[in-house]
């Protein structure tokens, strides 16, 4: 499975974007789909993730509420919504698969569980 995230870019805090998460070469139907953020000089870290098993969603506790992680198995797309941002969000945003274990119910928290990632996108909020 290949994945493609898109829609970073500059935008001012306070401000939202969407970025996109597509898969090819695969469904990614029954699998966990996650969202990592890895600022400038820090280790990446858990943002969302999904599993279409019961809609399950788990969040970062910081960035609950304003963060929405949705899926659309049609299109094979992962979708994070971003609200309020803040500069301290500017990162690049990698989405991942968790294509090996499709019985995990709790979308998983660590980069180890992930085996498929994208190459990331930029977003960038100016204060």
């Known amino acids: 499975v290949q994945l493609q995230a898109s829609g970073g870019g500059l935008v001012q805090a306070g401000g939202s974007l969407r970025l996109s998460c597509a898969a090819s070469?695969?469904?990614?139907?029954?699998?966990?789909m996650g969202w990592f953020r890895q600022a400038p000089g820090k280790e990446r870290e858990f943002v969302a993730a999904?599993?279409?098993?019961?809609?399950?969603?788990s969040y970062t506790h910081s960035m609950k509420g304003r963060f929405i992680t949705s899926r659309d198995d049609a299109k094979n797309t992962v979708y994070l919504q971003m609200n309020s941002l803040e500069p301290e969000d500017t990162a690049v945003y990698y989405c991942?698969?968790?294509?090996?274990?499709?019985?995990?119910?709790?979308?998983?928290?660590?980069?180890?569980?992930?085996?498929?990632w994208g190459q990331g996108t930029l977003v960038t909020v100016s204060s």
């Open positions: 999904i599993k279409r098993t019961m809609d399950m969603t």
């Open positions: 070469g695969g469904t990614v139907r029954w699998y966990s």
């Open positions: 991942a698969t968790d294509s090996r274990r499709d019985y995990v119910i709790v979308p998983p928290r660590l980069s180890w569980e992930y085996d498929s």
